[in-house]
């Protein structure tokens, strides 16, 4: 079994060509990885909404090759070998008017990242696939989705994109929505290790929020990172756009204070709990039943 220090010693392939084939096509667009190995760019595609398959494929004729120092393609395939792989795209209707943004460490996933050795323990020697659920959430999710039938999820987390496997693997065995993951590169940048995580969250969510202006969010996290901050920024810096800030509270040391702003900022120390408030908060007579049944669970 794969301890999680090892999916941190992965190899970037840069200045690759990926060719990028949706659905059933036969041919796809030509993309090349970035410096960090990375396909970061804009694709136009006509395809209708919701879930589709992705195959993205070695244009070249070249792998990377696994104990190259400098970092660099290095061999050739054989003859008519193929290397790729499968994954899904989600497509956003324009009658999808609802998102949600989520953070994953301590929020849908144990993690207990303030407590900097417990977390570095999990994440370097801990099994990823025994990784726990926090209590409650699956039913928040729930919750939200029963309340907006046509809303869609996105992943936001300062966890490396080397744990990508893990998070979607826990994602998936737990049974939460699909949805895509923006996750963070490890670095090293100029003056830290580690980006901050504050800016990468401000940052992807301030792209999300341009890129999907007709959308309200819904804004899931925890207070062990700075995401109550984060998310009272950004319903300020775009005002109207926030439905509501969901926090997972996993110390009270770390809790804001009412600000007074027009956007609900829901806090409790599990899922059961944050389900049954954005219910009361929003006060449909017709969740009285889904009220009823959460409240047996706190």
């Known amino acids: 079994m794969r301890r999680g220090f090892s999916q941190l010693f992965t190899k970037q392939a840069p200045n690759v060509d990926v060719e990028v084939i ?4 036969e041919k796809g667009q030509i993309l090349c990885t970035n410096t960090g190995g990375y396909i970061d760019q804009k694709l136009k595609v006509s395809l209708t909404p919701g879930l589709h398959k992705v195959r993205y494929r070695i244009a070249d004729d070249y792998i990377l090759h696994p104990k190259n120092p400098k970092n660099t393609v290095a061999i050739s395939k054989k003859p008519d070998e193929s290397i790729s792989w499968d994954s899904k795209v989600l497509i956003v209707s ?5 998102g949600i943004i989520s953070d994953i460490d301590d929020t849908i996933m144990v993690s207990q990242v303030p407590f900097s050795f417990v977390a570095a323990f999990k994440l370097l020697l801990g099994n990823p696939h025994k990784r726990k659920v926090v209590k409650g959430m699956n039913e928040l999710f729930e919750t939200i989705y029963e309340l907006w039938p046509n809303a869609f999820t996105i992943y936001l987390s300062a966890t490396p994109w080397n744990m990508y496997d893990s998070s979607r693997n826990f994602i998936s065995k737990f049974n939460f929505p699909f949805g895509p993951l923006i996750l963070q590169d490890l670095g090293p940048s100029a003056n830290k290790i580690f980006e901050s995580s504050k800016k990468h969250k401000h940052e992807y969510m301030s792209k999300l929020l341009e890129d999907f202006p007709n959308v309200k969010w819904i804004l899931i996290g925890d207070n062990g990172q700075h995401d109550q901050q984060i998310y009272r ?3 300020k810096l775009f005002p109207g756009r926030i439905l509501a800030i969901l926090i997972r509270q996993l110390t009270p040391l770390n809790t804001l204070k009412n600000d007074n702003t027009s956007v609900p900022n829901l806090l409790a120390p599990n899922g059961f709990m944050l389900s049954k408030q954005l219910i009361e908060t929003f006060n449909e007579k017709h969740f009285t039943s889904i ?4 409240s047996d669970k706190t």
């Open 291 to 294: 009220l009823a049944d959460k």
């Open 22 to 25: 949706f659905d059933d096509d």
């Open 233 to 235: 920024t950004i319903s």
């Open 94 to 98: 324009s009658n999808q008017t609802i």
